[in-house]
């Protein structure tokens, strides 16, 4: 082959590889013009502010008067769609007392709540204690007796890996002797608990305790970590007439508004509810713009305590109350 023939050839075959390159580059940019998209983009919902917990209060007439075994209680709680339990002392008493709240009787509570708790995957969070003595008895002996009395309900929730038990400040009426022997009171039961990661929570609760700026100044006294509040929404009642009329009240929104900064937990309080499902007594936008407004963002337990409806009608109707403001 002669070099004229040799270089004609050559070029040709140059020409032809890159005619067929140029075809299948444009081939491919217009395969991936053309290709429609494949991957879509997944909406995604906000998560809930809060999550929603039942106080074992609202089933109180269910087991003191129509005998529901208070061991059943993280079976309804699953049933009714909550996540966290909150357990009432006063509920299991009948049993405890017989065994004078022996050692072996606590360790029966703890060991059957928890195993239930496990069963219907709830989450323990608060135990609440009553008639165990006045933490705010400007007595001494008696105080510090009722601060002996709560150690076995902070060894109980530790065990049950509860966060926090709920106390009550009774004791005098004279606000500055409430304050010191409050203070006093839940510091020595808070240095107990600090250990323990158990926290000591005061609901407002009636007399001096509702009064929010008189409850929020104790913690500020306080001031510790594992000792806060359980604001309630509705318990701002400072005395009491003939149950159930209330003879004065504190402000229920000014009172959550004082106590939040100090909130390890929150109850939604609720009695009656109109015909659009909103509870009658407070405004559940406006308080739970109050907690948010806080910073809070943990557990809400519903603790219905209205007549009207039944108590399972009630607790449903109070966390679908709830449910429209989670997100």
Known sequence: MNRTKFNRNTTFALMAIFLIGTTACKQKEKKEVEEPETSMEVETTAEPWFKISLAQWSMHRMIREDGMDPYLFAEKAKEWGFEGL??????????????NFSEEAMKNFVDKSLAESKKHGL???????????????PNESERNAAVENHHKW?????????????????????????????????????????????NIIVENHGGLS???????????????????????FGNFCITWGEWPECLEWYDRYKGMEEIMPYAKAVSAKSHDFDENGDEVHSDYSRML????????SGFIGVEYEGSALSEEEGIIATKKLLEKFQN
Not at 123 to 137: K, P, S, V
Request: aromatic letters at 6%; charged letters at 25%.
């Open 86 to 99: 909150e357990y009432v002392s006063g509920l299991y008493y009948p049993e405890l007392e017989k065994d």
């Open 123 to 137: 989450e323990n969070l608060i135990i609440m204690i009553d008639g165990q003595g006045d933490l705010a008895t």
């Open 154 to 198: 902070v060894d109980a929730a530790a065990a049950l890996g509860c966060h926090s038990i709920r106390v009550n400040l009774s004791g005098s009426s004279e606000p500055e002797e409430w304050t010191a022997a409050a203070v006093d009171g839940l510091t020595k039961l808070s240095t107990y608990a600090k250990d323990k990661n158990v």
């Open 210 to 232: 509702s009064k929010g700026a008189l409850l929020a100044n104790v913690f500020k006294e306080v001031n510790m970590e594992n000792c806060g509040t359980l604001p309630d």
């Open 289 to 296: 713009k109050i907690v948010k407004d806080a910073g809070y």
